[in-house]
T-cell receptor, first 114, second 113 residues
Framework: NAGVTQTPKFQVLKTGQSMTLQCAQDMNHEYMSWYRQDPGMGLRLIHYSVGAGITDQGEVPNGYNVSRSTTEDFPLRLLSAAPSQTSVYFC?????????????FGDGTRLSIL | GESVGLHLPTLSVQEGDNSIINCAYSNSASDYFIWYKQESGKGPQFIIDIRSNMDKRQGQRVTVLLNKTVKHLSLQIAATQPGDSAVYFCAENRGSSASKIIFGSGTRLSIRP
């Protein structure tokens, strides 16, 4: 059981480039989320999904797009990378309701924008 | 805006002693709280959770206390070990679903031999 898998683990981009961070989970979880973590700070919610075909914005959605075509996958797209998007990105999933709100995290994608 | 915060950014504890990590929250509507542990280079890992209808919950070597009167949450780690060195985050969930879990800024726990 792999849990939450994020790819790539590391990426360097130039300003203005676009890319997609991949996230897949094999636990049949309905809820999936993307967070960014800047040095010395907590995690900030970018976008989340409560099920296939349903997405919504979190605290810091600007500059990012998401889609949820399947239960398993929740990719995060950077449309035009900016240095301010240099961060570590974490994907998480959970069953979602009541006592099952505990989130399972991937090991992150470390992204640098030059 | 409302946020979850922590009293201390770093905590140094002697190996074998108990550790207490504190957290303040400001949204009285939050009904579910979680503590996560994050080791270097890894994603956050669930430690323990507590619902707002409880004031204490115990796990293996960890206890979470919730004081709703003063909106305070704490994580107690018994007999702290070197493997407990990490950053600890409290988080709050507002509402019945996992759609919005808000994290605090974290406390780094270091263990003195």
């Amino acid at each position: 059981n792999a849990g939450v898998t994020q790819t790539p683990k590391f990426q360097v981009l130039k300003t203005g480039q676009s890319m997609t961070l991949q996230c897949a989970q094999d636990m049949n979880h309905e809820y999936m989320s993307w967070y960014r973590q800047d040095p010395g700070m907590g995690l900030r919610l970018i976008h989340y999904s409560v099920g296939a075909g349903i997405t919504d914005q979190g605290e810091v959605p600007n500059g990012y797009n998401v889609s949820r075509s399947t239960t398993e996958d929740f990719p995060l797209r950077l449309l035009s990378a900016a240095p301010s998007q240099t961060s570590v990105y974490f994907c998480a999933s959970s069953k979602g309701q009541g006592e099952s709100r505990t989130q399972h995290f991937g090991d992150g994608t470390r992204l640098s924008i030059l | 805006g409302e946020s979850v915060g922590l009293h201390l950014p770093t905590l140094s504890v002697q190996e074998g002693d108990n550790s207490i990590i504190n957290c303040a929250y400001s949204n009285s509507a939050s009904d579910y709280f979680i503590w996560y542990k994050q080791e270097s280079g890894k994603g956050p890992q669930f430690i323990i959770d507590i619902r707002s209808n409880m004031d204490k919950r115990q796990g293996q070597r960890v206890t979470v206390l919730l004081n709703k009167t003063v909106k305070h949450l704490s994580l107690q780690i018994a007999a702290t070990q070197p493997g407990d060195s990490a950053v600890y985050f409290c988080a709050e969930n507002r509402g019945s679903s996992a759609s919005k879990i808000i994290f605090g800024s974290g406390t780094r726990l270091s263990i003195r031999p």
